[in-house]
């Protein structure tokens, strides 16, 4: 069992920069990829940025392509999502999730923290 908590969720101006982390506990994190993705309200939820926990490699959505970075930290467990730029069209509840890092299917997820951008 992986366990996962975000935080750092808050209400922004359009503009702005947020860092969002995900403290992971359970397990060690080497053979897992890490996600991030989002949730607008009526929308579906989507993908935003992945990192491969062991070698670093990380893939992003189109839409947070030159204004999202994904990072890990080993010392401790976390991953974070540092945003700039943010857009009214960013705003969700924005999740954390634990998966194969071989076929990318997402086994654990945290309860979300809300990201309010205004413009």
Request: glycine fraction near 10%; aromatic fraction near 12%; proline fraction near 2%.
């Amino acid at each position: 069992q992986v366990q996962l908590a975000e935080s750092g969720g808050a209400l922004v101006q359009a503009g702005d920069s947020l860092r969002l982390s995900c403290a992971a506990s359970g397990r060690t994190l080497g053979n897992y990829a890490m996600g991030w993705f989002r949730q607008a309200p009526g929308k579906e939820r989507e993908f935003v940025a992945r990192i491969i926990w062991f070698n670093g490699v990380t893939s992003y959505a189109d839409s947070a392509e030159d204004r999202f970075i994904i990072s890990r930290d080993n010392s401790m467990n976390t991953v974070n999502l540092q945003m700039n730029s943010l857009k009214p069209e960013d705003t969700a509840v924005y999740y954390c999730a634990a998966g194969s890092r071989r076929s990318l299917e997402y086994t654990y997820w945290g309860q979300g923290t809300q990201v309010t951008v205004f413009s």
